[in-house]
């Protein structure tokens, strides 16, 4: 592994660009861990074949690795990667859906505090969803980022594959996305849901059974982790007592508010 970053080591300032293959003479890497550095520019090619974890939170990157056409073919990373973060970076774009297809080992992404990244909710992580129940994305953030307006609907065959796998965090916190929840969203199932600081979000999130008042979708009835607060959404929205798998829920208006249920 290579190791040159720590929030506890501020030294380790080392600024520049990186090479497009400045890694390919290191085979045997299995983690590289550069956060807390100013590198800059365009995220170099990392196609070696045991590299499992990457981590190059707080730096100046901007984009991610060219696709490269020769004797290595594919995305810049390998295919056996696990772990992605990149959070607090200057990026001004995310994985296409060809990038996603080659990373079929991809268990966590980290997006999350990339400023730069803008427009509306990225459709790449609608059309991917995780693959298999042994190979999926299991946690996926981009909080704190620029995307607008509205959530677009998850269609019903992905939303099939979104539920079959082991899809445990969904973390959309801190943006500026705008109008209700589309009644696919609804019927997920996943452990952490944070869709909290999007001031412009309202409806509810809740689909209740008229006559018995029980909640009957599958994300609040599945969650156990469930960030909303400084959102604006309405309406009775949960009866402690019905949620038994709940055990962390925040939706006060200030974000300040925490209710643990054991």
């Known amino acids: 592994s290579i190791g040159l970053g720590s929030p506890f080591t501020p030294q380790n300032q080392m600024s ?12 045997a890497l299995s983690l590289i861990d ?5 590198f ?3 995220i170099p090619y990392m196609g070696i074949e045991k590299l499992q974890s990457i981590q190059l939170d707080n730096n100046l990157f901007t984009h991610w690795p060219p696709f490269v056409t020769n004797s290595t073919p594919g995305f810049g990373f390998p295919s056996a990667l696990q772990y ?11 994985p296409s859906e060809s990038d996603f297809q080659q990373m079929t080992q991809m268990t966590h992404l980290y997006l999350n505090s990339n400023t730069n990244l803008t427009g509306p909710f990225p459709n790449v992580f ?9 190979s999926s994305i299991s946690i996926i ?9 509205p ?5 019903e065959d992905q939303l099939f594959k979104y539920n079959t796998s082991v899809w445990s965090g969904v973390l959309f916190s801190g ?10 969203w609804r019927g997920l199932i996943v452990t952490w849901f944070g869709i909290e600081g999007n001031p412009r979000l309202n409806g509810s999130l809740a689909t209740y059974n008229e006559t018995t008042g029980l909640i009957t979708n599958q994300l609040i009835n599945t969650a156990r982790i469930l960030y909303v607060s400084g959102s604006n959404f309405t309406g009775p929205f949960l009866n402690i007592t019905a949620l038994p798998t709940l055990n962390t829920l925040r939706a006060s208006p200030a974000s300040i508010l925490v209710f643990c249920i054991v």
């Open 84 to 94: 992605l973060s990149f959070g607090s970076n200057r990026l001004v774009q995310i």
């Open 16 to 27: 520049g660009t990186l090479t497009p293959f400045f890694f390919a003479q290191y085979p």
């Open 151 to 155: 959530l677009p609907p998850i269609p």
């Open 126 to 134: 609608i059309n991917t969803p995780p693959r298999t129940a042994s």
């Open 175 to 184: 943006n500026n996305f705008e109008g209700t929840v589309p009644e696919s």
């Open 34 to 38: 550069l956060t807390y550095n100013q």
């Open 40 to 42: 800059s520019g365009t």
């Open 141 to 149: 953030s981009v909080t704190d980022c620029s995307f607008t307006g």
